[in-house]
Protein backbone atom coordinates (compact mmCIF):
# COMPACT_ATOMS: atom_id res chain seq x y z
CA UNK A 1 0.00 0.00 0.00
CA UNK A 2 1.15 3.70 -0.84
CA UNK A 3 1.85 6.38 1.75
CA UNK A 4 2.82 9.51 2.22
CA UNK A 5 4.17 10.95 5.58
CA UNK A 6 5.03 14.29 6.08
CA UNK A 7 7.09 14.73 9.72
CA UNK A 8 6.59 18.44 10.29
CA UNK A 9 2.84 19.36 11.65
CA UNK A 10 3.99 22.99 11.53
CA UNK A 11 6.95 25.17 10.16
CA UNK A 12 7.46 29.07 9.97
CA UNK A 13 10.22 31.23 7.82
CA UNK A 14 10.58 34.54 7.52
CA UNK A 15 9.60 36.72 4.97
CA UNK A 16 12.13 36.45 2.28
CA UNK A 17 13.78 33.53 3.64
CA UNK A 18 14.22 29.56 2.38
CA UNK A 19 12.28 26.80 3.90
CA UNK A 20 12.21 23.29 2.95
CA UNK A 21 9.03 21.02 3.57
CA UNK A 22 10.04 17.35 3.60
CA UNK A 23 7.91 14.54 2.63
CA UNK A 24 8.80 10.89 2.14
CA UNK A 25 6.74 8.12 0.66
CA UNK A 26 6.43 4.72 0.67
CA UNK A 27 5.80 2.28 -2.54
CA UNK A 28 6.61 -0.68 -4.85
CA UNK A 29 5.63 0.84 -7.92
CA UNK A 30 8.34 1.82 -10.46
CA UNK A 31 5.57 4.56 -12.23
CA UNK A 32 4.34 7.13 -10.08
CA UNK A 33 3.78 10.72 -10.02
CA UNK A 34 4.16 12.97 -7.02
CA UNK A 35 2.86 16.59 -6.55
CA UNK A 36 2.97 19.61 -3.53
CA UNK A 37 -0.77 21.48 -3.13
CA UNK A 38 -1.08 23.90 -1.47
CA UNK A 39 -4.14 24.93 0.82
CA UNK A 40 -4.52 28.27 1.73
CA UNK A 41 -7.40 29.42 4.35
CA UNK A 42 -9.72 29.62 1.82
CA UNK A 43 -9.48 25.85 1.75
CA UNK A 44 -9.16 25.77 -2.01
CA UNK A 45 -6.64 22.93 -3.06
CA UNK A 46 -3.80 24.54 -5.49
CA UNK A 47 -1.31 22.23 -7.39
CA UNK A 48 2.11 23.54 -6.69
CA UNK A 49 4.33 21.36 -8.53
CA UNK A 50 4.41 17.69 -9.61
CA UNK A 51 7.52 15.74 -10.14
CA UNK A 52 7.36 12.55 -12.79
CA UNK A 53 9.49 9.57 -11.41
CA UNK A 54 10.91 8.66 -14.26
CA UNK A 55 12.53 12.40 -14.76
CA UNK A 56 16.08 12.43 -13.11
CA UNK A 57 15.63 16.58 -13.32
CA UNK A 58 13.98 18.60 -10.42
CA UNK A 59 10.77 19.90 -11.26
CA UNK A 60 10.94 24.41 -10.57
CA UNK A 61 7.76 26.30 -10.79
CA UNK A 62 9.18 30.11 -10.11
CA UNK A 63 9.91 29.90 -6.49
CA UNK A 64 9.31 26.66 -5.72
CA UNK A 65 10.98 23.45 -6.47
CA UNK A 66 11.79 19.95 -5.11
CA UNK A 67 14.57 17.63 -4.17
CA UNK A 68 13.65 14.68 -5.55
CA UNK A 69 15.76 11.64 -4.01
CA UNK A 70 13.57 8.60 -5.47
CA UNK A 71 16.20 6.03 -4.17
CA UNK A 72 15.08 7.04 -0.29
CA UNK A 73 11.84 8.05 -1.52
CA UNK A 74 12.19 11.57 -0.20
CA UNK A 75 10.05 14.42 -1.82
CA UNK A 76 10.91 17.55 -0.47
CA UNK A 77 9.17 20.89 -0.89
CA UNK A 78 11.71 24.16 -1.12
CA UNK A 79 10.46 27.67 -1.24
CA UNK A 80 12.56 30.20 -1.52
CA UNK A 81 12.15 34.05 -1.13
CA UNK A 82 9.33 33.30 0.95
CA UNK A 83 6.24 35.73 0.91
CA UNK A 84 3.28 36.25 3.35
CA UNK A 85 0.83 35.14 0.46
CA UNK A 86 2.79 31.54 1.21
CA UNK A 87 1.14 31.26 4.46
CA UNK A 88 -0.81 27.85 3.93
CA UNK A 89 -1.51 23.90 4.64
CA UNK A 90 0.90 21.98 2.31
CA UNK A 91 0.38 18.46 1.61
CA UNK A 92 2.34 16.12 -0.26
CA UNK A 93 0.65 13.17 -2.41
CA UNK A 94 1.33 10.65 -4.34
CA UNK A 95 -0.36 8.80 -7.49
CA UNK A 96 0.75 5.81 -9.13
CA UNK A 97 1.06 5.75 -12.93
CA UNK A 98 -1.83 4.20 -15.01
CA UNK A 99 -5.40 2.98 -14.12
CA UNK A 100 -7.55 5.59 -11.88
CA UNK A 101 -4.59 6.35 -10.32
CA UNK A 102 -6.11 7.95 -7.03
CA UNK A 103 -3.81 10.45 -5.10
CA UNK A 104 -3.09 9.45 -1.47
CA UNK A 105 -2.14 12.41 0.76
CA UNK A 106 0.35 12.85 3.25
CA UNK A 107 -1.35 14.48 6.68
CA UNK A 108 -0.03 18.70 5.70
CA UNK A 109 2.36 20.81 7.25
CA UNK A 110 1.11 23.81 8.55
CA UNK A 111 3.65 26.80 6.92
CA UNK A 112 3.71 30.52 9.12
CA UNK A 113 5.79 33.62 7.36
CA UNK A 114 6.19 36.19 9.84
CA UNK A 115 7.10 39.04 8.56
CA UNK B 1 -10.96 25.56 -20.57
CA UNK B 2 -11.95 22.75 -17.37
CA UNK B 3 -13.82 24.31 -14.51
CA UNK B 4 -15.00 22.18 -11.63
CA UNK B 5 -18.47 23.31 -9.42
CA UNK B 6 -18.96 22.46 -6.07
CA UNK B 7 -22.30 23.11 -3.91
CA UNK B 8 -22.78 24.48 -1.82
CA UNK B 9 -20.24 25.93 0.21
CA UNK B 10 -21.69 25.21 3.83
CA UNK B 11 -23.94 23.07 5.23
CA UNK B 12 -25.73 22.49 8.57
CA UNK B 13 -27.44 19.21 8.72
CA UNK B 14 -29.35 17.60 11.98
CA UNK B 15 -28.44 13.99 12.95
CA UNK B 16 -30.18 11.53 10.97
CA UNK B 17 -30.98 13.80 8.23
CA UNK B 18 -30.43 13.34 4.43
CA UNK B 19 -27.15 14.45 2.02
CA UNK B 20 -26.78 15.40 -1.12
CA UNK B 21 -23.87 17.27 -2.21
CA UNK B 22 -23.13 17.86 -6.00
CA UNK B 23 -20.20 18.34 -8.34
CA UNK B 24 -19.99 18.54 -11.91
CA UNK B 25 -17.08 19.34 -14.65
CA UNK B 26 -17.05 21.46 -17.12
CA UNK B 27 -14.36 21.74 -20.24
CA UNK B 28 -13.17 18.08 -19.89
CA UNK B 29 -14.90 14.56 -21.24
CA UNK B 30 -14.80 10.90 -19.14
CA UNK B 31 -12.95 12.27 -16.27
CA UNK B 32 -11.81 10.36 -13.26
CA UNK B 33 -13.83 12.14 -10.65
CA UNK B 34 -13.12 11.87 -6.47
CA UNK B 35 -14.99 12.31 -3.55
CA UNK B 36 -12.47 13.36 -0.26
CA UNK B 37 -13.17 14.29 3.24
CA UNK B 38 -10.61 16.61 5.16
CA UNK B 39 -11.60 16.69 9.36
CA UNK B 40 -10.36 19.59 10.74
CA UNK B 41 -6.24 19.65 10.98
CA UNK B 42 -6.05 17.21 9.16
CA UNK B 43 -5.10 15.33 5.48
CA UNK B 44 -7.56 14.13 2.91
CA UNK B 45 -9.11 11.04 3.02
CA UNK B 46 -10.35 9.42 -0.33
CA UNK B 47 -13.71 8.23 0.14
CA UNK B 48 -14.54 7.57 -3.58
CA UNK B 49 -13.90 7.03 -7.36
CA UNK B 50 -14.78 7.15 -10.26
CA UNK B 51 -13.26 6.36 -13.90
CA UNK B 52 -16.86 6.57 -15.53
CA UNK B 53 -20.64 6.23 -15.23
CA UNK B 54 -22.11 4.03 -12.70
CA UNK B 55 -18.29 2.73 -11.92
CA UNK B 56 -18.12 3.82 -8.21
CA UNK B 57 -15.44 2.58 -5.89
CA UNK B 58 -16.03 2.99 -2.42
CA UNK B 59 -12.52 3.22 -0.11
CA UNK B 60 -13.56 3.06 3.50
CA UNK B 61 -16.51 1.69 4.66
CA UNK B 62 -19.37 4.43 6.21
CA UNK B 63 -22.07 6.06 6.45
CA UNK B 64 -21.55 7.71 3.09
CA UNK B 65 -22.41 6.53 -1.07
CA UNK B 66 -21.68 8.17 -3.88
CA UNK B 67 -23.27 8.10 -7.66
CA UNK B 68 -22.24 9.30 -11.12
CA UNK B 69 -25.68 9.80 -13.15
CA UNK B 70 -23.87 11.86 -15.59
CA UNK B 71 -20.30 11.56 -17.13
CA UNK B 72 -19.25 14.85 -15.46
CA UNK B 73 -21.78 15.21 -12.19
CA UNK B 74 -20.54 13.45 -9.03
CA UNK B 75 -22.86 13.20 -6.20
CA UNK B 76 -22.23 12.49 -2.36
CA UNK B 77 -25.09 11.08 -0.68
CA UNK B 78 -26.37 9.57 2.93
CA UNK B 79 -29.53 8.15 4.18
CA UNK B 80 -28.82 9.52 7.67
CA UNK B 81 -25.95 11.60 8.79
CA UNK B 82 -23.82 10.95 11.86
CA UNK B 83 -22.22 13.60 14.27
CA UNK B 84 -18.68 12.31 12.74
CA UNK B 85 -20.02 12.61 9.53
CA UNK B 86 -19.02 16.25 9.96
CA UNK B 87 -15.63 17.49 8.09
CA UNK B 88 -15.14 19.42 4.74
CA UNK B 89 -15.60 17.47 1.88
CA UNK B 90 -13.87 18.02 -1.47
CA UNK B 91 -14.72 16.87 -5.20
CA UNK B 92 -11.81 16.62 -7.40
CA UNK B 93 -11.46 15.94 -11.44
CA UNK B 94 -8.29 14.56 -13.19
CA UNK B 95 -7.65 12.98 -16.65
CA UNK B 96 -4.83 10.52 -15.67
CA UNK B 97 -1.85 10.79 -15.14
CA UNK B 98 -2.06 14.41 -14.53
CA UNK B 99 -3.01 15.87 -11.50
CA UNK B 100 -6.28 16.07 -9.86
CA UNK B 101 -8.20 19.44 -9.61
CA UNK B 102 -10.12 20.81 -6.62
CA UNK B 103 -13.71 22.46 -6.25
CA UNK B 104 -14.16 24.63 -3.45
CA UNK B 105 -15.31 22.14 -0.81
CA UNK B 106 -18.46 22.02 1.29
CA UNK B 107 -18.46 22.28 4.77
CA UNK B 108 -20.63 20.17 6.51
CA UNK B 109 -21.27 20.24 10.09
CA UNK B 110 -23.75 17.53 11.27
CA UNK B 111 -25.21 18.81 14.50
Known amino acids: AQTVTQSQPEMSVQEAETVTLSCTYDTSESDYYLFWYKQPPSRQMILVIRQEAYKQQNATENRFSVNFQKAAKSFSLKISDSQLGDAAMYFC????????????FGTGTRLTVIP | SQTIHQWPATLVQPVGSPLSLECTVE??????LYWYRQAAGRGLQLLFY??????ISSEVPQNLSASRPQDRQFILSSKKLLLSDSGFYLC??????????FGQGTRLTVV
Open chain 2, 50 to 55: SIGIDQ
Open chain 1, 93 to 104: AYRRGGGANNLF
Open chain 2, 27 to 32: GTSNPN
Open chain 2, 92 to 101: AWSVPPNEAF
